[in-house]
């Protein structure tokens, strides 16, 4: 965008002025990683450059050549690796995933304000981006709230990739849920990058449970993630899992029960697995693996 106008990629003059301004710009300083970052609201623009009868004409070509420049810059730099940016990861489609590494941050919807609210958001965003792309980054704010509000916000923005910012000046921050809370990410991160399949039909409304798993079929290990929100009046709910061995036994571990249970592959497939969340709202992480007869 330059002047508050939006500069027109698709016009091929435009976009190869451009391309060879980045591509000089590149080989001078030698840089080998670009990130684009696309901070803004282009439908408008679009719309204004179209006769009521040619909508949509401007945005197509205007794709076309964001597609074509990257193409011509990675042509250029056969080594390069592009980040893809636009407002955390509004541009998350497939052509772009072809081209770019990330989103590194799938979202810029956190919670500034330290208000409740956006983990519902977040919820929902690990539930639809989890089927189309394996790995994805976010970050959290470690907010002023109860413990249980704390573990249950955490947990909603827990991916493949995270973070927790926290006020290292403040005395008052509890470092020891702090760890506990990163040293659980760091357990189940890497089942982030197996087999995903979701438990419940996607929903953001308060009265409903929302619940993900993935799995490890190779190393016989997977995770659970289940949320309570605010409004559901019931507090457990059974879900049946997915791509475990029928034959197999599976110790399964609560991050908020001491101990660990057994339960066969088919009972956890047929019968399902109940869990509990006391909490309104709260989260559970519930982590198995398989163990040996």
């Given at each position: 965008?330059?002047?508050?106008?939006?500069?027109?990629?698709?016009?091929?003059?435009?976009?190869?002025?451009?391309?060879?301004?980045?591509?000089?710009?590149?080989?001078?300083?030698?840089?080998?990683?670009?990130?684009?970052?696309?901070?803004?609201?282009?439908?408008?623009?679009?719309?204004?450059?179209?006769?009521?009868?040619?909508?949509?004409m401007t945005?197509?070509?205007?794709?076309?050549?964001?597609?074509?420049?990257?193409?011509?810059?990675?042509?250029?730099?056969?080594?390069?690796?592009?980040?893809?940016?636009?407002?955390?990861?509004?541009?998350?489609d497939l052509?772009?995933?072809?081209?770019?590494?990330?989103?590194?941050?799938?979202?810029?919807?956190?919670?500034?304000?330290?208000?409740?609210?956006?983990?519902?958001?977040?919820?929902?965003?690990?539930?639809?981006?989890?089927?189309?792309?394996?790995?994805?980054?976010?970050?959290v704010y470690?907010?002023?709230?109860?413990?249980?509000?704390?573990?249950?916000?955490?947990?909603?923005?827990?991916?493949?990739?995270?973070?927790?910012?926290?006020?290292?000046?403040?005395?008052?921050?509890?470092?020891?849920?702090?760890?506990?809370?990163?040293?659980?990410?760091?357990?189940?991160?890497?089942?982030?990058?197996?087999?995903?399949?979701?438990?419940?039909?996607?929903?953001?409304?308060?009265?409903?449970?929302?619940?993900?798993?993935?799995?490890?079929?190779?190393?016989?290990?997977?995770?659970?993630?289940?949320?309570?929100?605010?409004?559901?009046?019931?507090?457990?709910?059974?879900?049946?899992?997915?791509?475990?061995?029928?034959?197999?036994?599976?110790?399964?571990?609560?991050?908020?029960?001491?101990?660990?249970?057994?339960?066969?592959?088919?009972?956890?497939?047929?019968?399902?697995?109940?869990?509990?969340?006391?909490?309104?709202?709260?989260?559970?992480?519930?982590?198995?693996?398989?163990?040996?007869?």
């Open positions: 965008m330059l002047g508050g106008q939006l500069f027109n990629i698709g016009n091929p003059d435009a976009r190869q002025w451009l391309t060879d301004h980045v591509d000089k710009l590149m080989t001078r300083q030698g840089i080998d990683l670009y990130r684009q970052d696309f901070n803004m609201d282009p439908l408008g623009y679009w719309r204004k450059n179209d006769a009521p009868d040619r909508q949509g945005e197509n070509l205007y794709i076309q050549g964001h597609l074509e420049y990257w193409d011509e810059l990675r042509h250029r730099h056969p080594s390069l690796q592009i980040d893809s940016c636009a407002s955390g990861g509004r541009r998350i052509e772009t995933l072809r081209r770019a590494a990330g989103p590194h941050t799938r979202s810029d919807y956190i919670a500034f304000d330290g208000k409740p609210g956006h983990e519902s958001g977040n919820q929902g965003q690990t539930f639809g981006l989890s089927s189309w792309l394996p790995y994805y980054g976010q970050g470690y907010r002023d709230q109860t413990r249980p509000q704390r573990i249950y916000n955490v947990r909603s923005y827990m991916g493949p990739a995270f973070g927790i910012c926290v006020d290292v000046r403040r005395a008052d921050v509890d470092w020891d849920l702090y760890r506990r809370l990163v040293d659980q990410w760091r357990q189940v991160a890497p089942c982030m990058l197996g087999d995903y399949y979701p438990l419940t039909s996607y929903s953001l409304q308060l009265d409903q449970w929302i619940a993900w798993q993935f799995d490890r079929p190779e190393e016989g290990d997977g995770v659970v993630q289940a949320f309570r929100r605010e409004r559901c009046e019931a507090a457990s709910q059974a879900y049946r899992l997915r791509g475990l061995d029928q034959a197999a036994s599976y110790e399964i571990t609560n991050f908020d029960a001491k101990g660990s249970i057994r339960s066969s592959g088919k009972d956890l497939m047929e019968k399902g697995l109940t869990v509990e969340i006391p909490d309104k709202p709260g989260a559970a992480v519930i982590v198995y693996r398989r163990v040996q007869q």
